[in-house]
């Protein structure tokens, strides 16, 4: 089905979320609350477990409109007659606690609010998880990874259904502002539900330059034992922005002339944790063996996927470089 | 009085965002919590932010909650007192 928009800014389309969430809790939940439970069952449902290990949650700015109705009501009625409901929506850790609820949860619960570094950071912390708190190998944690553990991947919520699917975009300057939840399962152990193995995370912040950020993204592979060569594809984070653009333009001629290159935002649109929306595609791709020629910016589809690089960036201050493979 | 609980369910709906119920759905002597319509203890928060704000009524004794919240029709017997005695 295809439907037309207008303007900047495109809503997320939402599901029937009654077929995961009771009635009567639905009716406390925010739209962001709502994404992330639905999400929160989908990604369960499809790794085949019951309870995570730990639940790690990456939000650009928390739950800012809600917080933004409490504020307001929190003056508007002078600090008076303020409800509960109000205020369980407002608070930027609100998706994880009800997640927990839900699950019955009582393990590691965290929620970081960093901006555009909010998914990165999650993956981050899911390395001193894994490394320092649960040495436990069948450890299974609800969203993010490590760096350098090499720990499998083991499912992903179908919350893109939430996106559009392919957004056919006619603004001048760059994809529009979309929105969306995205909630990955991992585990320290592969198993027949593994999507793909998350390798590596890294984040950069505020490069000098353009060679800057090529020779970090070279001494990234480096580290993971690899050379630009041996990138399946680059999955870059172009968005329609010339500004941004032609940073990644000219990386990539630096440094992976010879790699072919997808992108993801016309997909699913510009916001702070669209890499999250990379990560799901990657791991698609990986486990068909195959990526689709629409997202292929240069050169033709790989013939053979076992390594994605993902590297987005945000105003070219925020770096996220992200490596999967085959598992 | 008919009118008043009328308005109450209307009121309770869009308070607690009661989705797929309607004002004839809630019964004027049905119970309000557990076996009733299914309310918690954060929605009998929110009923007495209903109270005020819809009424401009402070529940003095917090011990009178589950008799004032038992129903729509005890909701709307302690409005009518306390307009009667504020008068």
Redesign the interface.
Known sequence: MIRNYEGDRLPVADPDYKQWID??Q???MGRAIKMGVAASHMSLEAAGIRNPDAIIMGTAYGCLADTGVFLQKLVTQQE??????AF?QSTHNTVAGQIALLLGCHAYNNTFVHGAFSWKTRCKTACCFWQKILPAKSSRALLTRSQNTHIPFCAASDCIKISLRQICCTLPRQEPWQGGGRIFVLSAEKDEKSLAQLTAVEMLYRPASENETAQQLLAFLQRNGLQPSDISLLLSGRNGDERSDSYYEAVEKAIFNDTPVGAFKHFCGEYPTASAFAVWMAAGCLQRGKVPQEAMVKGDAPARVERILIWNHHQAKHHAFILLEKC | MEKLMQDLKEQIIQ??????VKPEDIGDDQPLFKEGL?LDS?DA??LI?LL??HHNIRIAKPEDGPNIFYSVRTMAEYITAEKARQA
């Open positions: 009635i009567k639905i009716r406390r008076d007659m303020l409800t509960p409901t369980i | 308070q607690l965002n009661l989705q797929e299914g954060i928060l929110e932010v005020q704000q």
